[in-house]
């Protein structure tokens, strides 16, 4: 355990090595690149391997065949980059691959303003990849974080069996602050499940109890089958419904029956007192925490709720968070979208999008002049 | 106990190496909490960067990441020096290079004008040290961290040969300015 000063970025890069990433596929793209960069300097004194390649699509084909030869693996991207990226997240769901992808979110549509933060890929994450699927996705605050739910994104990949979205920004990524970089040994690493069959009596896609197939590797001695095809539990394509059904049931039911390994969540000045409730996450929150200091030190019953796993959302503590107070103001540094996920679940308490559309990062005064004209 | 640090220069002045080494020498070394950011133009060289530091003994000091009313600020290059004055607080110390700056801004702070570029070029015989003079200077006025925190951090973070170099030109802005 070391006690370092770094950026955002580069305890992610510090986040994958110590959760065992040996395979990192990228293509530059700021605000991501110097998790390359910085990799490219490290992971071979560890034993692995930094590959740039043509494109972004070609990095993440990459990242999955060398998960299916048995390494962790990872790619970091931006926005545009994500794009040509969220076909593969589709292969990677449908044929259980474990990978992460950190997507650190610039302004855009498009090319947008390239060095500077934005919120707006929240959505992108989740909607983007075509077909039935319910990918994890993260999103730190600082740098402590930034290291600790890497781990995390990897730790949730091989248990689970599907790839992790590790959503950053801007700001995060060149935010500099102390962060403790621990050993192997001190922090909980989990690897994939393997078969505990004989090789001709393994199906690849044969769930145990969990809804999670033991995953044999390439070249273990057992036969492997990457299906993008709707298959059975042999890996066959089979077009029937009966099969079709139980396998996207399985699908998104594996993520939600290991929700309380998924979901994380921070919670500020909550108790039954509180009369409102922001709700920030990201870089973002940041700044909203500094505001609800300023609102108590001017008496306001304001706590805050801060969800650090995105997607997928569990209802229960949105309830439970929400239940007792009169106002919940959503803040996010987008047009408002986040907003709509913790709505569906919010019954009492008024609504109130804070969309604040910012290239730097929201201030607490920003955010203070509009909470304050809804009190 | 907090200081908010602003520092504003050109791209290759070494405002965002001011920034790692303040941010270092407080989080590593004096075990202070620290946050900050940075920013900075496409271009190797010339375009505006700027370094944001918050340091505090209160964890609650630092959720916001950038400078909300700095009481230290840098100005190493006149780039948008306007726009940065409303972050300043009427208390703040205010350090400008004065090798760049024709014309001082005016306001309510301690405002100390020394040409730092100036001095490095001229006594340690390379202008590329004045970001070091700068924050020896800076240290010296305000005691916000301790020398040997700083220079540890100096020693941690620039390459071993340039080392003696910057270290000296610390002590020169530290004790001569």
Do not use: C
């Amino acid at each position: 355990m070391k006690l370092e000063f770094m950026s955002g970025n580069m305890a992610i890069a510090e986040g994958a090595i110590t959760a065992g990433m040996r395979f990192f596929a990228g293509y530059p793209i700021t605000p991501a690149s110097d998790i390359m960069e910085y990799l490219a300097e490290v992971l071979p004194e560890k034993g692995g391997l930094v590959v740039q390649y043509e494109d972004e699509i070609a990095s993440i084909n990459a990242a999955l065949g060398a998960s299916w030869a048995g390494v962790k693996s990872m790619t970091a991207t931006s926005g545009p980059g994500f794009s040509l990226m969220v076909e593969a997240l589709s292969l990677a769901a449908i044929t259980e691959t474990p990978v992460v992808v950190a997507d650190i979110m610039r302004a855009g549509p498009s090319t947008g303003v390239p060095t500077k933060t934005s919120q707006s890929d929240v959505f992108q994450v989740r909607y983007a990849p075509h077909g039935e699927h319910l990918i994890p996705a993260l999103a730190p605050w600082s740098v402590q974080e930034a290291y600790d739910l890497t781990i995390k994104a990897f730790n949730i990949s091989e248990l689970v069996r599907t790839p992790v979205i590790l959503l950053s920004d801007a700001v995060v990524a060149h935010m500099w602050e102390s962060a403790i970089i621990k050993d192997v040994n001190e922090v909980e690493i989990v690897n994939r499940k393997k078969p505990s069959t004989p090789p001709n009596e393994y199906m690849p896609y044969k769930p145990d109890e969990d809804l999670i197939p033991p995953m044999a590797n390439f070249g273990e001695g057992y036969k492997v089958l990457v299906e993008s095809l709707a298959h059975d539990e042999r890996g066959y394509y089979r077009q029937s419904n009966d099969v079709y059904r139980k396998l996207i049931w399985r699908l998104i039911n594996k993520v939600k029956r290991h929700i309380d390994k998924i979901y994380d969540y921070e919670t500020y000045y909550l108790n039954n007192e509180t009369e409102y409730l922001i709700i920030s996450y990201g870089s973002t929150a940041r700044s909203a925490l500094a505001a609800v200091r300023d609102l108590r030190r001017k008496g306001v019953k304001v706590g805050m709720f801060r969800p650090k796993t995105l997607w997928p959302t569990k209802e229960e503590v949105i309830k439970e968070v929400t239940k007792d107070v009169k106002k919940v103001f959503v803040v996010e540094n987008n047009t408002g979208k986040m907003v709509a996920e913790f709505e569906r679940y919010i019954k009492k308490a008024e609504v109130v999008s804070i969309p604040i559309l910012s290239l730097d990062i929201p201030t607490p005064e920003e955010i203070l002049e509009v909470v304050s004209s809804w009190l | 106990m907090k200081w908010e640090i602003l520092i504003v220069g050109r791209g290759g002045q070494g405002v965002l190496l001011l920034g790692h080494v303040i941010g270092v020498a407080a989080a590593k070394y004096a075990k202070l909490y620290v946050t900050g950011t940075e920013a900075y133009a496409s271009e190797t060289r010339g375009g505006e960067s700027r370094s944001d530091v918050i340091i505090s003994d209160n964890p609650e000091d630092v959720d916001f990441v950038k400078v909300r009313s700095a009481n230290v600020a840098l100005f190493m290059y006149p780039y948008n020096i306007d726009s940065y004055l409303n972050l300043l607080n009427p208390n703040a110390y205010v350090f400008i290079d004065a090798t760049y700056f024709k014309e001082s801004p005016k306001g309510p702070w301690k405002l100390f004008k020394t040409p730092y570029t100036e001095i490095a070029e001229k006594t340690l015989g390379n202008p590329r040290v004045g970001n070091m003079v700068a924050l020896g200077h800076i240290i010296g006025r305000t005691k916000m961290l301790n020398p040997e925190h700083v220079e540890k951090a100096i020693e941690e973070l620039i390459p071993e040969k340039w080392i003696n170099l910057n270290i000296e030109a610390f002590r020169k802005g530290l004790k001569e300015l």
